[in-house]
């Protein structure tokens, strides 16, 4: 039982207290609790071990989700701790994403536009007013421009975008197994191409759509966390109980959903990485697969980092005890 007026503050290892000023009552009460809860008690003060609430372990205080103990620790901790994590972790994920279209994406775009024909146009389902090729650049996006359907630009960029006679057509490196997708244009649909026109829409409207996309990969990602810990409750339920632990259905879905965090990090990192051209695409495509496996890691092997469902046995019940 914890005094008030004897608590001094908290050290290294848990709650000191000075058994000088307190009352007859509370100092008797402090000598008889302190045999039963292993207090560390010298000839000026005690030290309590801070117990967490389920009274078999020292209290983990939930901040970090690297380890398996710092992942079950969120399954004690409470709802705005998880969800302060789950935001701060989401920040960083979609900060690194907008980092990746600012500096690999947007400036392609802005030169493909720079480079249209004055009179480039989209009109009665056909490009119009361009009559020669043109392509812009990098590893990570190209955008070309066939005025013929004889014109062929190969596989430059990770990621291809075609303004063909007739259709749109997206491909990446991956098109001899996946193929490339084709978007027919409108026959009812105009539009004006010119660099006049959308030169000045995208540099207006550049800053609105990473901030966009930035949103959106946090909106997306506490949306994906929410549902897959539905799904990873139940194992890890189920794993606890294997291993004689304690954990709610509460519990089981917290520690569901942080078990996806330290994956969504090394998502974030394979983003720097890809994006500094450390690794190619299918390093990033390997790491994106890896970030999955990483959440079912963290959810088989956390459950054993909870609490004791029983408490740990300090004697062997089959043998007999000391003589005193």
């Not at 307190?22 to 003060?45: D, F, G, P």
């Not at 057509?169 to 193929?179: A, E, K, P, Q, V």
Request: aromatic share 12%; with cysteine.
């Amino acid at each position: 039982m914890v005094y008030p007026s004897v608590r001094q503050g908290l050290g290294a290892k848990g709650y000191r207290y000075s058994r000088g000023p307190a009352k007859a009552a509370q100092i008797w009460a402090i000598r008889i609790t302190r045999k039963t809860q292993n207090w560390q008690c010298s000839r000026s003060l005690c030290i309590v071990p801070n117990v967490s609430k389920y009274g078999d372990k020292p209290a983990v205080v939930a901040w970090q989700p690297f380890t398996f103990g710092g992942v079950a620790a969120f399954a004690r901790s409470g709802w705005l701790r998880l969800f302060g994590a789950q935001i701060i972790v989401a920040a960083i994920v979609s900060g690194s994403v907008v980092w990746f279209l600012w500096r690999n994406y947007s400036p392609i775009i802005t030169q493909g536009l720079e480079k249209m024909p004055p009179r480039a146009m989209v009109s009665g389902g056909r490009l119009q007013g361009i009559s020669n090729a043109q392509i812009s650049e990098n590893r990570f996006l190209a955008i070309a421009v066939a005025p013929g359907p004889a014109v062929d630009f190969g596989q430059s960029a990770d990621l291809q975008i075609e303004l063909r006679k007739s259709n749109l057509r997206l491909s990446s490196i991956f098109r001899s197994l996946l193929g490339s997708f084709e978007f027919a244009y409108g026959p009812d649909e105009k539009l004006d191409l010119g660099p006049e026109n959308l030169a000045p829409w995208w540099g207006a409207w550049r800053p609105v759509f990473l901030a966009g996309a930035g949103v959106g990969t946090g909106l997306l990602l506490l949306a994906l966390w929410a549902g897959l810990a539905s799904l990873y409750a139940a194992p890890a339920k189920f794993i606890a109980w294997l291993m004689d632990r304690k954990l709610s259905w509460g519990d089981a879905w917290r520690l569901g959903s942080a078990a996806l965090m330290p994956g969504a990090l090394l998502l974030s990192v394979s983003v720097v990485l890809y994006g500094w051209r450390v690794l190619d695409l299918v390093g990033f495509v390997s790491l994106v697969c890896a970030h999955f496996l990483t959440g079912w890691m963290y959810v088989a092997f956390s459950p054993g980092f909870a609490p004791r469902l029983f408490p740990a046995a300090t004697q062997n019940p089959f043998t007999l005890p000391p003589r005193t």
